[in-house]
């Protein structure tokens, strides 16, 4: 594909790009930048007072548990993109490759799943997970004891609600990078001489990996804002960054620490964003076009 | 992945030692009546067919003939419905297309677009667990084979010219040295004047390796420029099998005879007396009108017959005093070719224009309209089913 340059002050350029420029600016550059200056305010008997200090700052890097809590949800977040990511390969594969006769129908369950509301899925995983619930009650019913697993309100309930209510994501952008792929290309590798799953690591999957970054860096900055799963699965023991900012505004009233914390949540989550790219850019199948 | 080396090399020894066993032998590839069907719909119908050993044969038809149904049974892409394969002696039911001792090149030449030129023709080797050593020096041997420039090495398809993608596919399939070659339409998208380059590398390519080709195409003219033998498919069976020569004059039928270039035929009634066969329609009218048995299509007999003529043996008969069989009409429409003049004449009782192709001169014999008569030689006819 050819892109064609054209200088930046290009009346028609400008004009064109003139909507998007302003929806940018308005519902993302204008509260990103007073969410910035917010963060150099204080705060008094639980009220705004403008005072221009690092006072707020000097607080962010003094607490060791907002940290703590950051760390957490990054921990988190990459887990669950590991998790989708690998989940999701063999669904993409199965879908185009196995299921081609039933595939519609697969995709139709997948979107009811996905638009169904974040929390009737969580509340769900709940009576699924809970300690008289339908997978102890399964193994139960084959002679494994009472209670065989207790993890409901535990970390690891919080990773399966994530990794649930976030999987369509990496399963529809890996599928699609994955069906756009010709099938000649597996047929040349099987002619020439590889097995079904050296065809999948020399071909399929390096050409999938367009779809497997995309649906990973959804995923990723889904995951680095979720504060339904950590509490309903998750039992609020163990909150996530959104959880604390959440808090800071609203149960401390500390808009400025608040601000101050998103702000530490978005570098976290860009610095990881870009980091990655650039280790996968160089993964990413090259094939010289421009 | 060390098992399934193994059994890679295992066969690759077994087919190395067939192959010395059946250098005495012809045929490297028996198709033995295979049918296949898709659901319903039969795409093969008990199809024959013999390859020999370095032979280079064309399975030609138009689309949905089958031909390329064949190919993906040859390849090992799908399996026959009846009907027996070998292919080196060995029989090829249940033998995945990587076991086989075929390579395939594609009609869309399916290069990998991540990998690099060298990755790509070095893939089948790459598979086969090959020394790297070793790889690199049969990819630099194979670039040089297919003039491919070394600098190449490094570059992805998408950088390379539709010439060079197809050279670099063709590397591909014969850098493992296959016994047979499968091409699948692989010039089909190319420009005229490429495709005319491309069809002499690959018969010279054939003629330096001594690989069985079998090359699929819907292009009469292309199979019988490259091929020693041209299967020609229609509706799921073979037609006729034959040298060039014989598809071309020869034909089977009318349809193998219209499928290439211009053909006239015209309606006459033949008497069928022993090795002789008489013929007399109404539209031509010949000085002897007496042919031997060899000069009509197998099978034919007393009744109704039509007489095939090309264009290029009818002359036109300016003095009106040639012998042979003679047709009278009014000229249509000339085309100066260049080499050659191309008549269209209307006769009267025709339905199609019949086509006489004189070689070129400056001024042209006849111009649209005026009467003409059309001589051939009798010896130059072809006598086929009506």
Same mark, same amino acid.
């Given at each position: 594909?050819?892109?064609?340059?054209?200088?930046?002050?290009?009346?028609?350029?400008?004009?064109?790009?003139?909507?998007?420029?302003?929806?940018?600016?308005?519902?993302?550059?204008?509260?990103?930048?007073?969410?910035?200056?917010?963060?150099?305010?204080?705060?008094?008997?639980?009220?705004?007072?403008?005072?221009?200090?690092?006072?707020?700052?000097?607080?962010?890097?003094?607490?060791?548990?907002?940290?703590?809590?950051?760390?957490?949800?990054?921990?988190?977040?990459?887990?669950?993109?590991?998790?989708?990511?690998?989940?999701?390969?063999?669904?993409?594969?199965?879908?185009?490759?196995?299921?081609? &006769?039933?595939?519609?129908? *697969?995709?139709? =369950?997948?979107?009811?799943? %996905? !638009?169904?509301?974040? +929390? $009737?899925?969580?509340?769900?995983?709940?009576?699924?997970?809970?300690?008289?619930?339908?997978?102890?009650?399964?193994?139960?019913?084959?002679?494994?004891?009472?209670?065989?697993?207790?993890?409901?309100?535990?970390?690891?309930?919080?990773?399966?609600?994530?990794?649930?209510?976030?999987?369509?994501?990496?399963?529809?952008?890996?599928?699609?990078?994955?069906?756009?792929?010709?099938?000649?290309?597996?047929?040349?590798?099987?002619?020439?001489?590889?097995?079904?799953?050296?065809?999948?690591?020399?071909?399929?999957?390096?050409?999938?990996?367009?779809?497997?970054? &995309?649906?990973?860096?959804? *995923?990723?900055? =889904?995951?680095?804002?979720? %504060? !339904?799963?950590?509490? +309903? $699965?998750?039992?609020?023991?163990?909150?996530?960054?959104?959880?604390?900012?959440?808090?800071?505004?609203?149960?401390?009233?500390?808009?400025?620490?608040?601000?101050?914390?998103?702000?530490?949540?978005?570098?976290?989550?860009?610095?990881?964003?870009?980091?990655?790219?650039?280790?996968?850019?160089?993964?990413?199948?090259?094939?010289?076009?421009? | 992945?060390?098992?399934?080396?193994?059994?890679?090399?295992?066969?690759?020894?077994?087919?190395?030692?067939?192959?010395?066993?059946?250098?005495?032998?012809?045929?490297?590839?028996?198709?033995?009546?295979?049918?296949?069907?898709?659901?319903?719909?039969?795409?093969?119908?008990?199809?024959?067919?013999?390859?020999?050993?370095?032979?280079?044969?064309?399975?030609?038809?138009?689309?949905?003939?089958?031909?390329?149904?064949?190919?993906?049974?040859?390849?090992?892409?799908?399996?026959?419905?009846?009907?027996?394969?070998?292919?080196?002696?060995?029989?090829?039911?249940?033998?995945?297309?990587?076991?086989?001792?075929?390579?395939?090149?594609?009609?869309?030449?399916?290069?990998?677009?991540?990998?690099?030129?060298?990755?790509?023709?070095?893939?089948?080797?790459?598979?086969?667990?090959?020394?790297?050593?070793?790889?690199?020096?049969?990819?630099?041997?194979?670039?040089?084979?297919?003039?491919?420039?070394?600098?190449?090495?490094?570059?992805?398809?998408?950088?390379?010219?539709?010439?060079?993608?197809?050279?670099?596919?063709?590397?591909?399939?014969?850098?493992?040295?296959?016994?047979?070659?499968?091409?699948?339409?692989?010039?089909?998208?190319?420009?005229?004047?490429?495709?005319?380059?491309?069809?002499?590398?690959?018969?010279?390519?054939?003629?330096?390796?001594?690989?069985?080709?079998?090359?699929?195409?819907?292009?009469?003219?292309?199979?019988?420029?490259?091929?020693?033998?041209?299967?020609?498919?229609?509706?799921?069976?073979?037609?006729?099998?034959?040298?060039?020569?014989?598809?071309?004059?020869?034909?089977?039928?009318?349809?193998?005879?219209?499928?290439?270039?211009e053909?006239n035929?015209?309606?006459?009634?033949?008497?069928?007396?022993?090795?002789?066969?008489?013929?007399?329609?109404?539209?031509?009218?010949?000085?002897?009108?007496?042919?031997?048995?060899?000069?009509?299509?197998?099978?034919?007999?007393?009744?109704?017959?039509?007489?095939?003529?090309?264009p290029?043996?009818v002359?036109l008969?300016?003095?009106?005093?040639?012998?042979?069989?003679?047709?009278?009409g009014t000229v249509d429409e000339l085309f100066m070719k260049?080499?050659s003049i191309q008549y269209q004449v209307r006769i009267?009782?025709l339905e199609r224009k019949f086509v006489i192709e004189t070689?070129g001169?400056?001024?042209p014999p006849a111009g649209p309209g005026d009467r003409v008569?059309a001589?051939?030689?009798?010896?130059?006819?072809?006598?086929?089913?009506?």
């Amino acid at each position: 594909m050819q892109i064609r340059t054209k200088r930046w002050s290009s009346p028609t350029l400008l004009l064109t790009t003139l909507p998007l420029a302003a929806l940018l600016i308005t519902f993302f550059i204008v509260p990103l930048a007073m969410t910035g200056v917010l963060s150099f305010q204080g705060t008094e008997y639980y009220r705004l007072v403008w005072t221009w200090d690092l006072e707020v700052w000097r607080e962010v890097f003094s607490q060791f548990s907002y940290w703590s809590t950051m760390l957490r949800t990054l921990t988190m977040a990459l887990i669950a993109v590991f998790l989708c990511v690998v989940i999701s390969i063999p669904v993409a594969y199965a879908l185009v490759h196995r299921l081609a &006769a039933v595939q519609n129908h *697969v995709k139709i =369950l997948i979107v009811f799943a %996905f !638009l169904t509301d974040a +929390v $009737l899925k969580s509340f769900g995983w709940v009576l699924f997970l809970d300690r008289s619930g339908v997978f102890n009650g399964m193994f139960a019913l084959i002679g494994f004891g009472p209670v065989t697993t207790d993890i409901l309100f535990e970390p690891a309930a919080t990773m399966i609600g994530m990794v649930y209510n976030h999987l369509p994501y990496t399963i529809f952008t890996i599928y699609l990078s994955m069906s756009r792929i010709d099938r000649d290309l597996m047929q040349a590798a099987y002619d020439a001489g590889a097995s079904k799953i050296r065809t999948f690591f020399e071909v399929t999957l390096p050409l999938s990996l367009p779809g497997i970054l &995309a649906g990973g860096v959804l *995923v990723f900055v =889904l995951s680095l804002g979720v %504060f !339904l799963e950590p509490k +309903v $699965l998750g039992g609020g023991k163990a909150p996530m960054a959104a959880e604390l900012i959440r808090q800071t505004f609203e149960t401390r009233v500390n808009w400025p620490l608040g601000a101050a914390l998103t702000l530490v949540l978005i570098v976290i989550g860009a610095l990881t964003v870009i980091a990655a790219s650039a280790l996968l850019l160089r993964l990413l199948p090259k094939t010289g076009e421009h | 992945m060390a098992s399934q080396r193994f059994v890679y090399r295992f066969f690759h020894e077994i087919s190395v030692r067939g192959r010395l066993l059946l250098s005495q032998q012809d045929a490297i590839i028996e198709v033995d009546n295979v049918s296949k069907r898709y659901g319903t719909h039969p795409a093969l119908n008990g199809i024959s067919l013999e390859v020999g050993s370095g032979e280079l044969i064309a399975l030609v038809g138009p689309s949905g003939c089958g031909k390329t149904s064949l190919l993906k049974i040859l390849a090992g892409f799908e399996e026959p419905t009846t009907g027996s394969l070998r292919i080196a002696g060995r029989d090829m039911s249940a033998i995945p297309p990587a076991l086989r001792p075929t390579r395939m090149v594609f009609q869309k030449l399916a290069l990998f677009p991540h990998k690099t030129v060298a990755e790509n023709i070095g893939f089948p080797l790459k598979m086969a667990a090959t020394e790297r050593s070793e790889i690199a020096s049969r990819v630099a041997e194979m670039m040089e084979m297919m003039s491919l420039r070394p600098e190449y090495r490094d570059r992805y398809p998408a950088q390379l010219s539709g010439g060079e993608q197809q050279r670099v596919a063709l590397a591909r399939a014969m850098i493992s040295k296959p016994e047979v070659l499968l091409l699948d339409e692989p010039l089909s998208a190319l420009d005229a004047k490429l495709k005319k380059a491309m069809q002499s590398e690959i018969k010279h390519l054939h003629r330096n390796v001594g690989t069985s080709f079998v090359h699929v195409t819907h292009d009469l003219e292309e199979a019988m420029m490259l091929a020693d033998r041209i299967a020609v498919m229609q509706s799921g069976n073979i037609l006729q099998i034959g040298s060039p020569a014989e598809i071309y004059y020869q034909p089977a039928n009318s349809f193998v005879a219209g499928f290439i270039g211009e053909t006239n035929f015209l309606p006459v009634r033949i008497e069928r007396d022993g090795e002789r066969i008489s013929f007399s329609g109404e539209v031509l009218e010949c000085t002897s009108s007496d042919v031997p048995a060899t000069q009509a299509a197998p099978g034919l007999d007393t009744g109704e017959a039509m007489v095939m003529v090309r264009p290029e043996v009818v002359r036109l008969d300016t003095e009106g005093d040639q012998p042979g069989c003679r047709v009278t009409g009014t000229v249509d429409e000339l085309f100066m070719k260049g080499a050659s003049i191309q008549y269209q004449v209307r006769i009267e009782g025709l339905e199609r224009k019949f086509v006489i192709e004189t070689p070129g001169t400056s001024r042209p014999p006849a111009g649209p309209g005026d009467r003409v008569t059309a001589v051939f030689d009798p010896n130059d006819i072809w006598l086929l089913p009506a």
